[in-house]
Each structure stands twice: as C-alpha cells, then as structure tokens.
C-alpha cells in the first residue's frame, strides 16, 4: 500500500510569492491533516479536511489556506509568502469514518524556503 | 488536550532497551497517550497507543501508571535506526465526532541517541 505522498520535495519561493503544496492520503483515507514544523516552534497544527470540508484549524493567519478534492487529494495554499513561512510542512492522513479517528500516518514533507 | 512533559534527551546502548517517560498528571478520562516519532528529516511515525490498559505491539509497549499520570515507551531492543525523536501525545477519544479529535499537539519530545 502506497503511503503519503507530498509533492514537491523541496520548494525555494521569494517573498510576496504564493506557494501551493500537494498531498495525496493512503488510499481509503478520507481525512487529511496538514502541519507546519519550524525549528523554533516545532510542529504545529495548521488544519485539517475531510468529505472535501474543513473540519478543523490551527492558529494561523488567514494566508494559510486549503481545499480537498473529492478523491480525497489535498493542497495547501500560502498567499503573500514571509521569510517566517520557511518550514516543512507535512501531510497526514487518517482512516477517519463516522468520527472515529485512528493514528496518523505523515508523509515526507514539503521543505519550502522562502527567500 | 491535556499537556505533557518529556525529558529533552535520553542516550540508550545498542541492544538495551529504552524506557521513554512522559508525564500528564492533567490527563482526563477521555483522553488516549500516543506515542510518535521522527527521525531526522522525515514525517512523524506512529508507534503505539493506549487509554489505560499496558499495550504491545511488534514496535514498541506501552506501559501507563494506575492513576494514568504518566508513562513509559519500553523499545526492547535498541537499535541505531532507533534514534529520532520521540513525542508522547495525549489527546481526545478518537471515537469522539467532533472536528478536533484529529488534531495532534506535539510538544517539543525526547531526543533519543542510540550508541555503540
């Protein structure tokens, strides 16, 4: 079984540019979480989608965005990059049905430098 | 979520096991320990988890206190693939069908070293 997919890898953008990130869950995942992992805040929840919905949100400024597709594919979108945007910003899935939630499964990452 | 409190650093021998500690004495009835870790430059792995009850599997076991105030991650074999950090997470019911069951809150982890 396929795991997490994250792409790109790694991603270098200037300030003021907007940035979007890919993700596609395990298959059979219908939840997809996304973090954001900064050496001096550590990982932080940024927001999570299921039945192509947002279900939940972390504390993040409005230019932290997302969207899920029917087929259960995330992106992350970040308008008006700022240098502080530089992170690895990771994707979960969950085999969440019917609010039961099990463990998260996280893919590679998306190393993006903002420059 | 309740929060949780690890020792930042921990060294282990090849071949010995680890006994990770983690501390939430605020953890409420509802409430499940996970356990995560990362190794360098990946995703966070999932390891183990548990509400109150010992819990093993081919990975790792879980061992959570009477009081459910604290507990430990056992590795029994170290290896050097082993070293990474590890994140104990106390969060809600994951039978509870709200929007926030799903959020992690990691804090800041063990850094466990793996030596020769």
């Known amino acids: 079984k396929a795991g997490v997919t994250q792409t790109p890898r790694y991603l270098i953008k200037t300030r003021g540019q907007q940035v979007t990130l890919s993700c596609s869950p395990i298959s059979g995942h219908r939840s997809v979480s996304w973090y954001q992992q900064t050496p001096g805040q550590g990982l932080q929840f940024l927001f999570e989608?299921?039945?192509?919905?947002?279900?939940n949100k972390g504390n993040f400024p409005g230019r932290f965005s997302g969207r899920q597709f029917s087929n259960s594919r995330s992106e992350m979108n970040v308008s008006t990059l700022e240098l502080g945007d530089s992170a690895l910003y990771l994707c979960?899935?969950?085999?969440?049905?019917?609010?039961?939630?099990?463990?998260?499964?996280f893919g590679q990452g998306t190393r993006l430098t903002v420059v | 979520d309740a929060k949780t409190t690890q020792p930042p650093s921990m060294d282990c021998a090849e071949g010995r096991a680890a006994n990770l500690p983690c501390n939430h004495s605020t953890i409420s009835g509802n409430e499940y320990v996970y356990w995560y870790r990362q190794i360098h430059s990946q995703g966070p792995q999932y390891i183990i988890h548990g509400l109150k009850n010992n819990e093993t599997n081919e990975m790792a076991s879980l061992i959570i206190t009477e009081d459910r105030k604290s507990s430990t991650l056992i590795l029994p074999h170290a290896t050097l693939r082993d070293t990474a950090v590890y994140y104990c997470?106390?969060?809600?019911?994951?039978?509870?069908?709200?929007?926030?069951?799903?959020?992690?809150?990691f804090g800041t982890g063990t850094r466990l070293q793996v030596t020769l």
């Open positions: 989608y299921f039945s192509e919905t947002q279900r």
């Open positions: 997470i106390v969060r809600q019911s994951p039978k509870i069908n709200t929007g926030t069951a799903s959020k992690l809150t």
């Open positions: 979960a899935s969950s085999p969440r049905t019917g609010g039961l939630y099990t463990e998260a499964f």
